[in-house]
């Protein structure tokens, strides 16, 4: 079983859809979770952290649901720009030296 | 902004040779990582460096080996290059208990 799993979609969606991913972990123990977002042949770039109280940046709200393990990001109002894989990121213990990342889920918004 | 800067986009390569991937940060982060990222797998670790010439292995390290001589460089060496080891290569930087920073990637090719 993989550390960090997602649908790898693509989800496909009209423009100003929301859409919601999850994503699992298997190490009870992960202390730290983010989203990262990737464009195509583009470097990870970090989107948000996400925190056990949940957190909302703008349209996409990431929630933490530990004792089911799970992730969430929502993205609400789906704009064209949001294309892209989104990638699940766990933190191992001792924090950031370790990042573990899940496959990613595509993201694909229509006009 | 941080600048995290990877040597070459594109790199193609044959079988045995010895390959060098330069990495360089310019926010005098300690950490360091190297991944690689193939489809369907998402981003394994090779080998990370949390100080100066201190390195430690990721979850695939087999095959390869790094440097850091200096703070603001990291180097990952493919000893002799074969075919399995084309893929994306990944640099990042991160200062201790922040989220990590990507370079553009270099897309390695061996034949």
């Known amino acids: 079983r993989k550390e960090v799993e997602q649908d790898p979609g693509p989800f496909n969606v009209p423009e100003g859809a929301t859409v919601a991913f999850n994503c699992t972990y298997s190490n009870s123990a992960s202390q730290s979770f983010f989203w990262y977002r990737q464009d195509c042949r583009k470097e990870p770039k970090l989107l948000m952290s996400?925190?056990?109280s949940g957190n909302e940046d703008g349209r996409f709200t990431a929630q933490l649901n530990r004792a089911s393990q799970y992730i969430s990001l929502l993205i609400r109002d789906s704009k064209l720009s949001d294309s892209a894989t989104y990638l699940c990121v766990v933190a191992s213990l001792g924090g950031y030296n370790k990042l573990i990342f899940g496959a990613g889920t595509r993201l694909a918004v229509h006009p | 902004d941080v600048k995290v800067t990877q040597s070459s986009r594109y790199l193609v390569k044959r079988t045995g040779e010895k390959v060098f991937l330069e990495c360089v940060q310019d926010m005098d982060h300690e950490n360091m990582f190297w991944y690689r990222q193939d489809p369907g797998l998402g981003l394994r670790l090779i080998y990370f460096s949390y100080d100066v010439k201190m390195k430690e292995k990721g979850d695939i390290p087999e095959g390869y080996s790094v440097s850091r001589e200096k703070k603001e460089r990291f180097s990952l060496i493919l000893e002799s290059a074969s075919t399995n080891q084309t893929s994306m290569y990944l640099c990042?930087?991160?200062?201790?208990?922040?989220?990590?920073?990507f370079g553009d990637g270099t897309r390695l090719s061996i034949l």
């Open positions: 990042a930087s991160s200062p201790s208990g922040e989220p990590q920073h």
């Open positions: 996400v925190y056990s």
